[in-house]
């Protein structure tokens, strides 16, 4: 059973539609930060440095697990040890380079720490980084990385694996903004918010996303039965 959506409602200039739900997943690169041109800037550094062609590699590379990508250029290094040492150097160096979505910390200051997770295919301790360091943002109830699973977004694993961990029912939300995470999103049976930060909002919504918002301002938690364990979130202004 997918999210109940109510039918668009027009206020004072604004459109406003309302999403039922038992949770929310979140991914994290291009949802809750623009780290992708930390990423970016590392895989164009380590293709100078390993002879690969890092702009070949970036056209295909969004929402996907590092060490996925190192089995297609570079065998030897598809380990979690090697993924994770890789990552651990990007926030490090490449932070400056990372831009916070409006809105993302009081979204998720507002949802009760049991509804949410985040499901991203990053490895730990770089996601750590970006959580607490960059987005300064409670740990949500559910914390999913690339060592957590064993195949990676476009699989629905991750998001399979974090519905279960918060006990989610059917009706939950997954906020994504990339094709290979929307699917995944899809395929786990979630309603997708998609977001138009690193796609504009035609292509998000091609994906298969629901509905799209530029930005965290664009979606509130208007309520929550805590007996039911239900959400409501309101959309201003979608722009899909």
Known sequence: MSCKISAPRHENGHTYVDITTSGCLFDLDGTLMMSTPCVEAFWRDFG??????AEELLKTSHGRRTIDLFELVKPEFATKKHSSDFEATIPK???HLSVIIPG??????????????????????????????????????????????????????GYLKGKKALDLASDFVV??????????GVDAGATVIG??????AKTVKGFGA????????????TSYDATTKTLVLTITDPVA
């Open 195 to 200: 977001m138009a930060t690193t796609y504009d």
């Open 93 to 95: 160096k490449y932070g």
């Open 210 to 221: 629901s509905i799209v918002i530029p930005d965290m301002t664009h979606i509130k938690l």
């Open 104 to 157: 993302v910390a009081d979204f998720l200051q507002s949802l009760p720490t049991d509804r949410w997770g985040i499901v991203t295919s990053g490895c730990r301790v770089m996601a750590e980084t970006w959580l607490t360091e960059y987005l300064g943002v409670k740990f949500p109830g559910v914390f999913i990385t690339a060592e957590d699973i064993d195949v990676g977004k476009p699989d629905p694993q």
């Open 48 to 53: 100078k440095e390993y002879g690969i062609d």
């Open 175 to 184: 906020f994504e903004d990339a094709h290979a995470g929307v699917k995944a």
